[in-house]
């Protein structure tokens, strides 16, 4: 049997599972208090520096734009970063915020390659850990496990493998080689959702992505909504609760909170913000005048989508959603 | 019927990649040309075709084109609006029998660079990553690659292997802990349509596309490639499937 190989890492993030066990006994609000707060509040409350950051769905689709362009305003930094990212990953390392990103896919799928994470690669100023999209999501199911690690059977053989922090092992049953992928706990995760009520329990109407373990590796679990609805519509259907309450530390309403990105079955892209986006970023410096413009030239996120075009560019894109 | 040359590369990929799709099977279709590629197959020869989309989205009736492999339209009318956990748990489980797969370079035994050029921490092109292709390649049973032919494409020596081929050669995927009796199938290019010799697990050569020799395959491939013994001719894209989709699937084209 060859030797049993390690990724060369570094690891980013390793909680012990025991410390995380003490830590959410100790924090997190285990009553039904009401936790509605302001994207401005919220970020200002839990992220700081130096902290590990992640956001979901990821891309265009179900983003937490409103949260993520705060960050910016806000300007905490320097941040690690789980993901995934089209739109919001791709601004928070245009703004100069991240430091170490465990990466998976960073792109903008058929318009190419992202300016942004080029340069910032290619001139070695963020430094990048490989993982693939699958590993990515089950080590949150292994901190949502309260695990260390999980094994898998991705990864194995290639040099994803050899760029990240997984390891190999032996199965003890079967003999066979697998994956170890370490547990990614998030000091801070932002998740944008359907619904919720004041409480924080979440629904998701259409695909889940990866909504459900991101939110339980979360420390502190930012929800941004669409709507805040009574705590009775929550209880006519509990079984629609993908997130539930006690692992929610603020909840902020944010209608058209993932704008430019599209909201499943509410409103579709704004295509043509996204593409004046893209090409905006092309350059550094257009990339900084897009953030001035749209990030701190607007004071919050009913500002943003005002200047986007109000309710007038809403009814449009509403009107393009796609339908049940 | 085809009318000669009333095509261009893209129609020619994309209609070929729709002919690999078998009808009533499980597919991860990744956003571009296997979209556009599925779209056309459950439209022709495979009704039944299970589109699977990894952030969760299964079985589509690809009615609107998805702009992204997360998107609303990747789920639309579908049986199953799931998870990436799902869908990567069940192609974990053998569910999944096809995957299709991109790439910036491809080596001779289908291993796939969608990661960088260069050195990894200082690359000369950073590009997106796995993504999920890793996991496709990984757990799949079998992979098709889709890519335009090219001598920096088509290379004898990845500069970063992202996604697993056949590694190194036969058993290597097996050695290196990844299931048996899987990996890559095809690889449909704008020149042939190439398969992996059994014994070696060596690309090879299977079909011509229309106007394509031999010798231009091979000098516009960066490593040495095997010939079937029954070598044919792909069939170019028909009237109908060029019909589909210029009016049905794309007609505001966005991809050809």
């Known amino acids: 049997m060859a030797e049993l190989k390690s990724g060369r890492g570094p690891l980013i993030r390793m909680l012990p599972p025991d410390e995380v066990r003490a830590w959410m006994r100790a924090n997190k609000p285990k009553g039904q208090v009401s936790k509605l707060m302001t994207e401005r509040e919220a970020i200002a409350k839990f992220v700081r520096p130096e902290q590990y950051v992640g956001v979901e769905l990821y ?113 003890p049953f079967t003999g066979v080689k697998l994956c170890a992928i370490p547990a990614l706990h998030l000091d801070v995760g932002l998740i944008h959702v359907h619904r919720a009520d004041e409480f924080g329990n979440c629904q998701i109407d259409g695909i889940t992505g990866f909504a459900a373990e991101m939110a339980r590796a979360s420390k502190r679990l930012i929800v941004s909504a669409e709507e805040i609805v009574p705590h009775l519509e929550i209880q006519k259907a509990p079984d629609r609760t993908l997130i539930p309450y006690f692992i929610v530390d603020a909840v902020v309403h944010a209608p058209g909170g993932s704008l ?65 | 019927m085809a009318a000669k040359e009333a095509y261009n590369k893209s129609e020619m990929l994309i209609c070929s990649a729709a002919r690999q799709m078998e009808d009533g099977a499980i597919c991860f279709i990744g956003t571009g040309i296997p979209m556009l590629a599925a779209a056309l197959a459950k439209r022709t020869h495979a009704p039944r075709l299970v589109a699977a989309f990894e952030f969760g989205g299964m079985g589509p009736d690809l009615e609107r084109l998805p702009v992204a492999v997360g998107d609303s339209r990747t789920f639309h009318r579908a049986p199953v609006a799931g ?45 997106p990553g796995s993504g999920g292709a890793n996991d496709i390649g990984s757990l799949c049973w079998r992979t098709i690659a889709v890519m335009r032919h090219g001598k920096q494409r088509f290379v004898p020596r990845l500069d970063f292997l992202t996604t ?91 991809y050809t």
């Open chain 1, 59 to 171: 891309g265009g689709v179900r983003c937490p734009m409103s949260l993520v362009r705060e960050l910016v305003r806000q300007r905490i930094g320097p941040l690690d970063l789980a993901g995934q990212g089209v739109l919001e990953n791709d601004m928070l390392i245009a703004a100069g915020l991240v430091r170490r990103l465990d990466i998976t896919y960073h792109g903008y799928e058929v318009y190419g390659t992202s300016p942004i994470l080029r340069r910032a690669c290619e001139s070695g100023k963020v430094q990048t850990v490989e993982w693939s999209n699958a590993a990515l999501a089950w080590r949150f199911k292994a901190a949502a496990m309260g695990l260390p690690f999980l094994p898998v059977r991705s990864m194995l053989g290639t040099g994803t493998f050899d760029y990240s922090g997984a390891k190999e092992i032996l199965c």
């Open chain 1, 260 to 324: 430019p990105g599209e909201m499943p079955y509410l409103y579709w892209r704004d295509d043509a913000h996204i593409k004046a986006y893209m090409e905006a970023v092309q350059t550094e410096e257009g990339a900084q005048r897009y953030l001035q413009e749209w990030v701190h030239g607007t004071r919050d996120h009913t500002d943003f989508v005002k200047k986007l075009g109000g309710e007038k560019r809403l009814a449009e894109l509403r009107a393009e959603a796609t339908t049940r």
């Open chain 2, 83 to 127: 998870s990436i956990c799902d869908l990567m748990e069940a192609a974990a489980r053998g569910m999944v029998e096809y995957g299709f797969l991109g790439g910036a370079q491809i080596d001779m035994f289908g291993n796939l660079n969608a990661t960088v050029i260069g050195d990894h921490d200082k690359p000369k092109v950073r590009f």
């Open chain 2, 164 to 254: 697993a081929g056949y590694l190194t050669g036969p058993g290597a995927r097996e050695r290196a802990g990844l299931a048996p009796g899987a990996g890559p199938f095809r690889v449909v290019t704008d020149l042939a349509i190439l398969g992996y010799e059994p014994a070696s697990c060596r690309m090879q050569v299977l079909k011509l596309q229309p106007g394509a020799t031999l010798e231009a395959v091979r000098a516009e491939t960066g490593f040495e490639l095997l010939v079937a013994a029954d070598l044919a001719d792909n069939p170019p894209p028909t009237a109908e499937e060029l019909r589909l989709l210029r009016e049905e699937i794309d007609p505001e084209h966005l």
